[in-house]
């Protein structure tokens, strides 16, 4: 009995353990694609004109509270933070990192299939989160292809 409760308990903790590692994986994926998109930005005028005149607060965050990850949009400059920030144009939370990795790299993002299914609850204004869609694609295409 006692071999029993502590499988149980071991099987219970490596999943928690493979839980913190998939946020922490998300966590630095989605931190990575905004402070590339921040980069893109500074040294791309044509992508620099998605953010001309564009003032937007997000902010991302999973259910379980491990990913938070702010992004201002203002005066043409995008900042990231790894907080929770004030007055979020819209909150995205996604119901774990697992989740928010599979929505960030999906070819075709499902906002709407997303929330319902559960995996992303939004509040605020969908139309920064499809903005923000279309931006995170734009980078995608403009990534170098590898040589073959």
Known sequence: ?????????????????????TSEMAEEF?????NLMMIVFVVNYDYRRNIKNFEGRYQFCSKDGQVTIGA?????????????????????TFRDGKT????????????LGSMLRHD???DGNLNYLYK?????KQLQLMMPQPLR
């Open 120 to 122: 992303v609850v939004t």
């Open 1 to 21: 009995m006692l071999d029993l409760i502590t499988q149980q308990a071991q099987k219970k903790l490596w999943e928690q353990f493979h839980n913190s590692l």
């Open 132 to 136: 923000f869609g279309f931006m995170a």
């Open 30 to 34: 989605l931190q990575t694609l905004l």
């Open 72 to 92: 201002v949009f203002h005066n043409g400059r995008m900042e990231v933070m790894e907080k929770k920030i004030e007055r979020p144009n819209i909150t995205i």
């Open 100 to 111: 928010l990795l599979n929505f960030i790299i999906s070819p075709r993002q499902d906002i």
